[in-house]
């Protein structure tokens, strides 16, 4: 459904809470530490909401388009959208969530203009729709080719392939993986992570041939464990800072110990208690991916050969 809403109405929306930032359909978020939890806060750059909140106090902001989603199943009973084609009236049934698609900054922005300026005419152009989040997912996965997404995060979005799927699962399992598998852009936000969503992506389908969803899973289970243990590792050791160990790593769970994760695991295990007693030197000096992964892995063999 496409209709007219006022900056008062879209304001009010705002203010009660109706309107929601679903991490699940949008950009990457950024983390948060308060005391001892980290959360989840949207991505928000305000130097667009206050050129955004200028031009709605000017009365210069041409004609905008909000994209929102009417949760299904999140009224308190019946549809979440009802039209009336009588008098062209569309009604948002008590309870429902309305997810932002598209505009999170202009939302904000008319909230802030709002509160400098009751009086303000301006009227956006607002499209409802009623996607499932795996609909509304697959959305924003085709519209954020054309706009400026991270690749990792389109990716992750996506999921056209096993490995990406694979990659979720891991995510999906544990609350520390937002952190350790980075779908940003910025190369800062990648030094507290271990590799990046796409990096990842890579890593699996170099190490496995995945042949059905019950691989997808037992992988997807094996490398969760591995994963958060390669991550204490590198607590422990500065040097262990390169992306390439952990194809390195992948590969020699899946070459040399063939799969076996308890194996696997009883060996970082005693590469993280060496580490405790005595620093590795993790430290590549190869520029080119292909040196750098072949001297991982010599190092991890080494490694393997010392314990």
């Not at 009883?266 to 580490?275: D, K, R, T, W």
């Amino acid at each position: 459904y496409s209709t007219k809403m006022s900056v008062k109405v879209i304001s009010d929306f705002v203010n009660s809470g109706i309107i929601n930032y679903n991490f699940d359909i949008q950009r990457e978020s950024k983390l948060e530490k308060r005391l001892s939890s980290v959360v989840k806060i949207p991505t928000i750059n305000q130097k667009n909401v206050n050129e955004i909140t200028k031009h709605l106090l000017n009365g210069t902001l041409k004609e905008s388009t909000l994209y929102l989603n009417a949760a299904p199943t999140t009224s308190d009973s019946g549809d979440e959208l009802m039209y009336d084609s009588n008098d062209h009236s569309l009604i948002v049934t008590e309870g429902t969530r309305i997810d932002v698609l598209d505009g999170y900054h202009r939302l904000l922005a008319t909230q802030k203009a709002f509160r400098e300026n009751p009086t303000i005419g301006f009227e956006f152009n607002v499209v409802f729709s009623n996607f499932t989040t795996s609909e509304a997912i697959k959305w924003q996965a085709q519209h954020s080719k054309a706009t400026s997404w991270s690749k990792n995060r389109v990716t992750e979005m996506q999921q056209e392939t096993k490995s990406a799927k694979v990659v979720k699962a891991i995510k999906d399992s544990d609350t520390e993986f937002d952190e350790l598998i980075y779908t940003g852009q910025s190369r800062q936000g990648l030094r507290s992570s271990l590799i990046t969503y796409n990096q990842l992506t890579k890593v699996i389908d170099e190490c496995f041939t995945i042949q059905n969803r019950r691989e997808e899973v037992k992988i997807a289970d094996d490398l969760s464990g591995i994963l958060l243990m390669i991550n204490e590792i590198k607590k422990t050791n500065k040097t262990l800072r390169s992306q390439m160990y952990i194809n390195a790593f992948v590969k020699l769970y899946k070459d040399d110990y063939n799969s076996d994760i308890k194996k696997y695991m009883a060996f970082l295990n005693n590469v993280l208690e060496y580490s405790y007693d005595k620093a590795y030197d993790f430290v590549l000096h190869e520029k080119q991916d292909a040196q750098a992964k072949k001297a991982a892995y010599n190092k991890l063999r080494e490694l393997e050969q010392m314990l």
